[in-house]
Structure formats: structure tokens, C-alpha cells
């Protein structure tokens, strides 16, 4: 069964420098959500995307924005990064058909490990 | 603020054993509860998905129960294996939160040949 994809798998940064996540859901998924692992700690929600919508959104700094396309993937584009942003970042999906049912499984993808050095 | 809190937040145990992770919550208003298991650098697997309605959920050797009013959740692992070593992470999804999953730390398991 097909998964939720994410790119790159690992990426390393220079401070200040700009990244960008890509997430593809789970084909006919309606909602996309991002998250922020840090080492030993439990994921934090950043944002999420219903029916390429904003429909929620955690402690996402300034610096970091995201977006979903038409065809449903997401990007998690963030700018002058900092030390402190060297994490795992989760994309997950789910298929949550009217707005506000939101009683279904999230799928997560790998992850993508960003090293800010 | 819904907190999320599971003990133990490290267990080991011996081969063939049955165990049981704990996860309670602090606001009861949640459209459901999913444990998730992630190995070291990896990805989270969901595991089982509880209906805010539902008691349980079972899934090979794993069981999950839900006792809503009081805020708690337990994930029954029976004849443990080796290879079931790994965090084990609740997460709610709250009424007032919309889509988010709010995540507990973990329990990080280890299973002893």
C-alpha cells in the first residue's frame, strides 16, 4: 500500500541558510499535517492543510511557512535557519472527507532529518 | 492545555513477558487516541486507532483500551519479542484542537532475549 513520501530523507544546512521539505500524502488523503521531532522529544504540530486549505496551526515560527498544491503534496519551506531547528520533520496524512470529522488514522511518513550546522 | 503523560518512559523486560503502557489525558473532549510506534531515527507506525466511542481496539498481540471519562489509555503487548523494542507514543486528537494530534513522550521499550 502505497505511504506517505517525504524528500529529501536528510539534509544539511549552513545557519541563515533556506530549506524546503517536500510531503506527498497518501493518494485520495484529504488533510496534510507537519510536525517538529527534536532529539528525545515527542513531535510537535507545526501545521496543518485541509483540501489545500490552512486548517490549523501550532508553534510554527515566523521564519518557517508551508503549502499545499493541487495535487495535495506540501512543501515545509523554512528560511534563516538556526541551530535550534535541527530536527525530524514528520509529514502524516489523513482522509478526513467533511471538515471538522476529524475521527480518522493518521499516517506519518519517515521523516526528514534537517542538520543546521 | 491537554497534556498528554505516559509511564512508564522506560521499561525492560524479558523475553515472552506481557506488558502494559500507560497513557492518560488531561481533557476527556477527544474524537479518538492512536498509538504509534517509532524506532530509533525512524518514522512513527501507527499501531491502533481508538474511536472516542470505542472501549478497545486489538491488533495481533496488541490490545489498546480507552476509558475516556477518566482520561486514560492502556496498550497491552503480550508474549513481548525482541523485535518489539522500540518507543511506544499515545496521541489525542482534541475536540477544541481540530486536526492536531497532541503526543505524550514515550515509552521506550526494551525487550531482552
Known amino acids: 500500500a502505497a505511504g506517505v513520501i517525504q524528500s529529501p530523507r536528510h539534509l544539511i544546512k549552513e545557519k541563515r541558510e533556506t530549506a524546503t521539505l517536500k510531503c506527498y500524502p497518501i493518494p485520495r488523503h484529504d488533510t496534510v499535517y507537519w510536525y517538529q521531532q527534536g532529539p528525545g522529544q515527542d513531535p510537535q504540530f507545526l501545521i496543518s492543510?485541509?483540501?489545500?486549505?490552512?486548517?490549523d496551526k501550532g508553534s510554527i515560527p515566523d521564519r518557517f511557512s508551508a503549502q499545499q498544491f493541487s495535487d495535495y503534496h506540501s512543501e515545509l519551506n523554512m528560511s534563516s535557519l538556526e541551530l535550534g531547528d535541527s530536527a525530524l520533520y514528520f509529514c502524516?496524512?489523513?482522509?478526513?472527507?467533511?471538515?471538522?470529522?476529524?475521527?480518522?488514522?493518521?499516517?506519518f511518513g519517515q521523516g526528514t532529518r534537517l542538520t543546521v550546522v | 492545555k491537554q497534556e498528554v503523560t505516559q509511564i512508564p518512559a522506560a521499561l525492560s523486560v524479558p523475553e515472552g513477558e506481557n506488558l502494559v503502557l500507560n497513557c492518560s489525558f488531561t481533557d476527556s473532549a477527544i474524537y479518538n487516541l492512536q498509538w504509534f510506534r517509532q524506532d530509533p531515527g525512524k518514522g512513527l507506525t501507527s499501531l491502533l486507532l481508538?474511536?472516542?466511542?470505542?472501549r478497545e481496539q486489538t491488533s495481533g498481540r496488541l490490545n489498546a483500551s480507552l476509558d475516556k471519562s477518566s482520561g486514560r489509555s492502556t496498550l497491552y503487548i503480550a508474549a513481548s519479542q525482541p523485535g518489539d523494542s522500540a518507543t511506544y507514543l499515545c496521541a489525542v486528537r482534541l475536540e477544541t484542537s481540530g486536526s492536531r494530534l497532541t503526543f505524550g513522550e514515550g515509552t521506550q521499550l526494551t525487550v531482552n532475549p
Open positions: 492543510f485541509y483540501e489545500k486549505m490552512q486548517s
Open positions: 481508538i474511536q472516542s466511542s470505542q
Open positions: 502524516a496524512s489523513s482522509l478526513d472527507g467533511e471538515q471538522g470529522m476529524w475521527n480518522t488514522e493518521a499516517f
